[in-house]
């Protein structure tokens, strides 16, 4: 079974841009969640989608925002982008169901603002 | 207060040597645990989940979970050069991740 694929995996913008960055969950799974991680302050949990609806969202400013399409796949923008918004975006996948539901990742979009 | 504490480290473990690994949470609402390893550069790796209290074993990891207490540790037995890495704790409900133990085998 293919693994969560992200698109793509480095990206150089400026200041003020926006960015829209990609992610295909393992099939069969419903949810998708993003997380930012920079040296400074660890892995920091965006949202998560399940069944093309946001169910959870972490403490992010409205520059972030995301949506799920019906086939699961689901795209993140960063609006009026900051030097701060350089890091590495990762995207995880699961079944969105069940104590046991496991998150695996894919492999990020490293964005650098300049 | 952060949701999921670990200590950041380094912690430095001999080859062949038992490395032991603390988390502890704050939500005791949260009834799942997981242990991602991450390498440098790359992403987070499932090694296990656990969600009853004791201990659970697979290969050479032990997650051990103790729910009056409120903390998960991680044991990684016979520690290898290539366990060299940072290990990532986290509690189900909205997903919430430690900022990592980074774990250095020495040769």
């Known amino acids: 079974k293919a693994g969560v694929t992200q698109t793509p995996r480095y990206l150089i913008k400026t200041r003020g841009q926006q960015v829209t960055l990609s992610c295909s969950p393992i099939s069969g799974h419903r949810s998708v969640s993003w997380y930012q991680q920079t040296p400074g302050q660890g892995l920091q949990f965006l949202f998560e989608?399940?069944?093309?609806?946001?169910?959870n969202k972490g403490n992010f400013p409205g520059r972030f925002s995301g949506r799920q399409f019906s086939n699961s796949r689901s795209e993140m923008n960063v609006s009026t982008l900051e030097l701060g918004d350089s890091a590495l975006y990762l995207c995880?996948?699961?079944?969105?169901?069940?104590?046991?539901?496991?998150?695996?990742f894919g492999p990020g979009t490293r964005l650098t603002v300049l | 207060q952060k949701e999921v504490e670990q200590n950041s480290g380094p912690l430095s473990v001999p080859e062949g040597a038992i490395a032991s690994l603390n988390c502890t949470y704050s939500d005791r609402g949260s009834q799942s645990f997981f242990w991602y390893r991450q390498y440098s550069g790359k992403s987070p790796e499932l090694i296990m989940f656990i969600y009853s209290n004791g201990d659970k074993e697979d290969g050479r990891f032990t997650a051990q979970l103790n729910k009056a207490s409120q903390y998960v540790s991680l044991l990684i037995r016979d520690s290898q050069p290539s366990d060299s890495a940072t290990y990532l704790c986290a509690a189900s409900g909205k997903l919430q991740f430690g900022a990592g133990t980074q774990v250095v085998v020495t040769p």
């Open positions: 989608y399940f069944s093309e609806t946001q169910r």
């Open positions: 995880a996948s699961s079944l969105g169901r069940g104590r046991t539901d496991t998150q695996y």
